[in-house]
């Protein structure tokens, strides 16, 4: 084994030899070549890396990584990604979650975690459908979108995580679209290196349940300002934009959260003694 | 509540023995609440059958307290004639009534305080010496200025003086001063401190009651040893922050309640699966549902042994007393770390808010050791099968060791898969790692001999040992049986605790014998067993499970 | 296409061999992981065409590596490749469907090697300096044998390959 770590890493070198299943033309696909050349670009040494997800089509993204992993529940990745980094904060953390996973049934912690402020990054690939259970109306599911379990469409209002993202204090605000590979691997990279709890949110088509959003290519665009660090003006944009408006959107410039000090105390018999008559 | 605090601290001081529980009404502030304290020149486990003694300040609603407070055929009421009668029932059960001029002593010293002069007249109705109290009032009220040193004093000192006069009034046996170092702790306090022994460094908590003084004891201790606390959005998140932090290496642990422990059950299940160590400790309160959070019960054994979908084998662990606390969850945490998978402490309200006046409990070895792999064979097997079942568990940062963790059925590898073979060879594996452990003696407390013998667990083991000895007394020989190991079972032990026992008598606090019917399912039970099962809120007292003994030993 | 291209200028061989090479190495990795998906969805022929298109983009990058020499590569190596966006070849995985045929993949090639044409010929029409190109002039017959071939291989394939009608339905899986 080398003492020492390879600098110049390829993004190869971030892919697992597990061969990646998702339908083929999954935004997925390209999600996962955005975060290695990313990874790539950080140059860190994939045991530095953590990739934690819950359960959904984007979840299985750990395990085709070569960095440590962990696939866990439905919808609680951030509580383990929080968990891992405030007590390794020496690891770098990346959390991979969909919009069932992310923004349903992980819809508090999603929230808790932009105000908690741990410094990590959360990455939600959002296709507007849960694709491993078969196509049943996730929270941001247009409401006229017609499906079996919701024959008609849903009449909802799509859940707008941007807006949600911002209002609940996330630091680090971006929507980036899965085809334009190296323009999401750039803003991972940013989310990355951004202090606090950085938010990405990459439009993923799904091919085998939303075949119309193979039209996203030509919806998405960059979005025709620069990053501010106003939460007020981040709020105007990210309320009226139509959602293909691509880029980082917000910067904060909040402190990160992390509890986790050097030990005071290295005698536990000190404990003791409060409870001592 | 001060006052009975007070009091056990004092007669803690003086080399009592003492326990302390509290019932209080609904009300956040302000509402009716009675301080129960047992003291004794011997070890106190468990509340007694009655009261001695039952000092009023004040009777609003006193009512409430009726069923959890037996007064003694003999006991002493202390009244203030100004605030009224003590409830009928209650007076119809004393023996006698004293009356302490409270309202009117403050009328006269407006400076004085009642709980300062109930303390006094209680302290010199036990013959507890007045120095101890005054040497309690100046530590604890310092600060606040020696004014109100000087009128606490002299409000105990009031107190005691309207006592001195009654004659006739039993005084608790004096005791033994001894130079072993004494606590005053929580059952709660000594988890607490229990998990930071066992190398605990990370918490995630969710307040509930009645375990939120666990977290709250770790929120300030565990930076100092360079952890961390996390307060979590809910329980879901809690128990899945621990299990990051536990993936990450350091061992973790969070504490609940039973409608927070059931919101825990999907993620222990992957702790199990992905065979990362936690430990959960449940404070159990009655149930179901919100159930009586302030109530002790011990309903949450079938959730904690079988709640968990698919076989997902994990430890269960009972403290026995309120010391126990610390040694049992610092096991609990060795066995998590050692064997890694989910461990439960199914302690409960009684022995988590009840404060005690102990020795200092003996110190144990337990801190938890993980086997983690440092030398990779390519490809690197987390869930490699083979010797005891644990396999060397990669520590994320470690060089050649990445892999994916996975609750999805997985080869050795990790990667997840629906075949048959990885799915048995793993659900063996970890079967195997809990079974084929060496527990040793702490599976179970095993008490005195004889052909009768309680099977009892947890909280309850302090007052069934109580009952035990009045039947020793009364010329009847009977063991205790007490598993501080409820998962995994124990069969060859518990056959070898069993032996020789003709009559058995199973004591439990749950509605439906849940214990009973867990015994049954795993142990082999002399045809002669019967149970002794009711729910909470009262508190089970010695007294009736002597009453059954006696019973079952007649018949 | 998969995604925007950039407008680029290139001022020296060195630029050019670390810009041809990220198109190359993108190429590859794009065409291995279309190659993997076609093997877990066991449609073998494609995996097969997808291994080779692979195999062809990564000789050519081998090449330019060569030409390059490795600290010419290096020096230059952007580290998410010299776009803002994407590269001119890039194949749209997002075209991708398991029920693919040869036409069709093809087709996805050609696509990629049509926009590396173009984008290697406009930077031979801008280019200043002789030596660029003069590379560019060789990358430029290079990428338009490229599409030739895809042409007569798409000609091979195309009697009788209509896309198959979608029988199979989904699954839920985990």
Redesign the interface.
């Known amino acids: 084994?080398s003492a020492t770590v390879p600098l110049?890493c390829k993004?190869?070198d971030y892919k697992s030899?597990?061969?990646?299943?998702?339908?083929?033309?999954?935004?997925d696909?390209?999600v996962?070549?955005s975060i290695t050349?990313?990874f790539?670009?950080l140059?860190l040494?994939?045991?530095?890396l953590?990739?934690?997800s819950g359960?959904g089509c984007s979840s299985r993204i750990?395990?085709y990584t070569?960095?440590?992993?962990?696939?866990?529940?439905h919808?609680?990745s951030?509580?383990?990604?929080?968990?891992?980094?405030?007590?390794?904060p020496?690891?770098t953390v990346v959390v991979a979650s969909g919009d069932g996973d992310g923004y349903s049934i992980g819809g508090?912690?999603f929230?808790?975690a932009c105000r908690?402020n741990v410094d990590l990054t959360y990455i939600v690939m959002d296709n507007h459908i849960y694709g491993?259970?078969?196509?049943q109306p996730s929270p941001t599911t247009e409401p006229d979108f017609d499906t079996a379990l919701s024959p008609g469409g849903t009449g909802l209002r799509p859940f707008n995580p941007l807006v949600i993202a911002l209002a609940s204090g996330a630091n680090f605000i971006a929507r980036a679209?899965?085809?334009?590979?190296?323009?999401t691997?750039?803003i991972i990279?940013e989310a990355v290196h951004h202090p606090g709890f950085s938010f990405v949110e990459i439009l993923s088509?799904c091919?085998?349940?939303r075949p119309d959003q193979?039209a996203w290519?030509d919806c998405v665009r960059s979005a025709p300002v620069e990053p501010t660090d106003d939460a007020a003006r981040a709020a105007r944009r990210l309320m009226t934009d139509d959602g293909f408006n691509l880029g980082v959107l917000y910067r904060g410039d909040r402190w990160p959260y992390q509890?986790?000090?050097?030990?005071?105390?290295?005698d536990?018999a000190?404990?003791?003694k409060g409870?001592?008559? | 509540m001060t006052t009975g605090a007070m009091l056990l601290e004092a007669a803690c001081a003086a080399g009592w023995n003492g326990l302390l529980t509290r019932s209080v009404g609904p009300q956040i502030r302000g509402g009716e609440a009675a301080a129960l304290v047992r003291l004794a020149v011997e070890p106190v486990e468990c509340l007694a059958d009655h009261f001695d003694l039952l000092v009023g300040i004040d009777w609003m609603n006193a009512q409430r307290f009726e069923a959890e407070i037996p007064l003694h055929p003999g006991a002493i009421i202390v009244n203030d004639p100004a605030v009224g009668e003590p409830p009928a029932a209650m007076r119809a059960a004393a023996g006698r009534v004293i009356e302490l001029p409270i309202t009117a002593l403050i009328k006269a010293n407006p400076a004085w305080r009642a709980n300062m002069i109930a303390l006094g007249a209680t302290a010199e109705l036990l013959g507890l010496d007045s120095e101890v109290l005054h040497a309690l009032i100046s530590k604890r009220f310092s600060d606040k200025g020696e004014s109100v040193v000087a009128a606490s004093v002299a409000a105990i000192e009031a107190g005691a003086a309207a006592m001195a006069a009654e004659a006739g009034v039993a005084k608790l046996a004096r005791a033994q001063k001894t130079d072993v170092r004494r606590w005053l702790i929580t059952g709660n306090e000594a988890t607490a401190l229990g998990a930071l022994r066992g190398g605990i460094r990370f918490a995630a908590a969710y307040p509930i009651t009645p375990a939120s003084e666990i977290l709250e004891w770790l929120a300030p201790n565990l930076p100092k040893v360079g952890g961390a606390l996390v307060q979590a959005e809910d329980e879901l998140a809690s128990i899945n922050m621990i299990i990051g932090s536990s993936y990450g290496g350091v061992p973790s642990i969070t504490a609940t309640s039973g409608p927070g422990f059931s919101l825990m059950i999907e993620a222990l299940g992957l702790a199990t699966a992905a065979e990362v160590p936690i430990v959960v400790v449940n404070v159990m309160r009655g149930g179901p549902s919100t159930g009586i959070p302030t109530k002790s019960e011990q309903a949450d054994l079938n959730i904690a042994v079988y709640g968990l979908h698919g076989d997902a084998p994990h430890i269960v662990v009972a403290p026995q007393s309120v010391p126990d606390c610390l040694l049992t969850t610092q096991w609990a945490t060795h066995l998590a770390e050692s064997l890694q998978t989910a461990a439960i402490v199914l302690s409960d309200q009684f022995v988590g808010q009840a404060q005690v006046a102990v020795s200092r409990p003996a110190d144990v070895a337990f801190i938890g050791q993980r086997l983690k792999a440092t030398q990779f064979e390519e490809p690197y097997k987390r869930y490699a099968l083979g010797g005891n079942g644990v396999s060397p568990m990669a520590i994320p940062g470690t060089r050649g060791g990445q892999y994916t963790a996975d609750g999805l059925t997985h080869t050795e590898r990790g990667t997840p898969t629906s075949g048959g073979r990885d799915h048995l060879a793993q659900l063996d594996k970890r079967r195997d790692k809990l079974d084929l452990h060496d527990y040793g003696g702490l599976w179970a407390t095993l008490e005195g001999e004889g052909e009768i013998a309680v099977l009892t667990w947890g909280s309850l083991t302090g007052a069934v040992r109580e009952a035990i000895a009045r039947a020793a007394r009364d010329g009847v020989k009977v063991r205790l049986i007490a598993p501080r190991l409820l998962m995994p079972v124990r069969p060859a032990e518990m056959a070898a605790a069993l032996e020789g026992v003709t009559r058995l008598l199973v004591v439990e606090q749950t509605h439906s014998a849940q214990f009973h019917r867990y015994l049954r399912a795993h142990y082999t039970l002399p045809a002669n067993t019967s149970v002794f099962h009711r729910p909470g809120p009262l508190p089970m007292r010695p007294g009736e499970i002597h009453r059954q003994i006696m019973q079952g030993a007649a018949s | 296409m998969s995604g925007p291209v950039d407008a680029v200028k290139v001022s020296s061989p060195a630029e050019l061999y670390a810009l041809a090479y990220e198109i190359e190495t993108d190429a590859v990795e794009r065409y291995k992981l279309l190659a993997d998906q076609m093997q877990a969805h066991n449609n073998s022929e494609l995996n097969r065409i997808f291994l080779d298109l692979a195999r062809a983009e990564g000789i050519h990058a081998a090449e330019i590596q060569r030409m390059a020499g490795e600290r010419g590569l290096d020096a230059q190596r952007a580290p998410i490749g010299a776009w803002r966006t994407e590269s001119p070849e890039a194949v749209d995985l997002a075209a991708a469907h398991y029920l693919l045929t040869p036409v069709e993949a093809l087709q996805m090639a050609l696509a990629g090697e049509e926009r590396a044409l173009a984008f290697y010929t406009g930077l031979a029409a801008e280019a200043t300096d002789p030596a660029v190109k003069k590379l560019l002039k060789e990358f430029v017959a290079e990428e338009t044998e490229h599409v030739e071939l895809c042409h007569r291989l798409i000609r091979r394939y195309s009697t009788g390959s209509e896309h198959p009608e979608d029988l199979d339905p989904p699954w839920a899986v985990d």
């Open positions: 084994m110049a993004p190869g030899d597990t061969k990646p299943i998702w339908c083929p033309g999954c935004g696909y390209h996962l070549l050349r990313a790539a670009a140059n040494p994939p045991e530095q953590a990739v934690v359960i750990p395990a070569s960095c440590y992993g962990f696939h866990g529940v919808g609680r951030l509580a383990v990604g929080a968990g891992l980094k405030v007590a390794r020496d690891m508090n912690h929230m808790h908690r491993m259970t078969k196509g679209f899965s085809g334009h590979v190296n323009e691997a750039k990279v088509p091919v085998t349940y193979r290519k509890p986790r000090a050097a030990a005071t105390v290295t536990l000190e404990f003791e409870f001592e008559i």
